[in-house]
């Protein structure tokens, strides 16, 4: 193939380039994957009605997330396994959304620990994922550590009470090469991803450790224990937006996990648009899901969104050529954006607003 052109090419080399389990593990949803599919028609569905003759010589993407300035408007999204696709995994996102000037989402199911993704780009801006384990105190260790490592917010995932129906990985006995395991956790319960058997490792240790019992009072014992800002991401429907906002969420990200938890769930526009209806001028909101091209971050931000997070792109770009794959995705964002905003007859992200939005 020549040089990827759009994202879509850089998918279709890294699906040469990845094992079919690391692929299938990077592209799959839950169960018939309606939502993954979902996601991206969601977006496409979007109608823009652009202003003409706005002089857009100079056009301007950066804005604030949660007071800290980014050079445009989208994060890494947290991704575990990272070094499934090369061997610097998270520390090579790093250094990628480092030098874009954007901030990376790090999962506590990374490949590599919390402190050394952050020493792999010390001028980076990032935030940790949290996934609450079922032992608390283990909850906590991470919480305090990524703090220690300077993490600026502490994003907490709240739609996997268990893991959602991943028919693929369960197919390929979805498990970790030797040499790649959940770093943040080690030693604590590694063995139960190294199994590998005619079922999803992940499945099963997620099952095992994960806490299903989450309810809201956890999300205040969280910020008991954090000065950090908390970020709720997996919220979809506007009664959890308000009490998120309620509970004292400095922002929600509306997100149906791409598509890998419950099939079905409503695609991000939708929600986005409830979401922004309940809580829009109380709390920052975010939105992933199937964002493929810079107008789908021009129409989240027209429809209210701060930012939007992507997933499965830099993965590729990361499969492809580690860092500078990363890179390279983040400039084609920058670069849609900015066209797309032009296009648009906007100047500065304060003129993307509501009507962009055709009907
Ligand atoms: C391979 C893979 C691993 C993921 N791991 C996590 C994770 O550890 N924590 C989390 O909150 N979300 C996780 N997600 C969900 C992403 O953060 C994000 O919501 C989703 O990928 C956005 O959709 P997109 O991939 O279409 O951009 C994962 C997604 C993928 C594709």
Redesign the pocket.
Known sequence: MTAPVNLSDLEALARERLPQMVYD???GGANDEVS?AE??RAWEAVRLRPRVLANVASVDPSTTVLGRRVEFPVLT?????NGLAHPEGERAVARAAASAGVIQ?V???ATTTLEDVAAAAPGGHRWF?L?CYRDREVTRSLVQRAEAAGYEAL?I?VD?PYLGRREREIRNGFHLPPGVTLRNLEPYAAAEMAASERDSALAKYVNALWDPSLDWSAIDWLRSITRLPVVL??VLAEEDAKLAAEHGAAGV?V??????QLDGAVGPVYALREVMQAVGDRLEVYV?????RGWHVVAALAMGARAV?????Y?WGLAVDGEAGVQRVLETFRNEVVLAMALAGRRRVADVDGTLIAG
């Open positions: 593990y990077y592209a993954v996601n991206r999204a947290p991704c575990g396994f989402v999962s506590t199911a994922q996934y994003c995932t996997v991401k997996g990200i997100s149906n996990h791409g598509g890998r992933d899901g199937g964002i493929r997070l992507i997933g499965r792109p993965l």
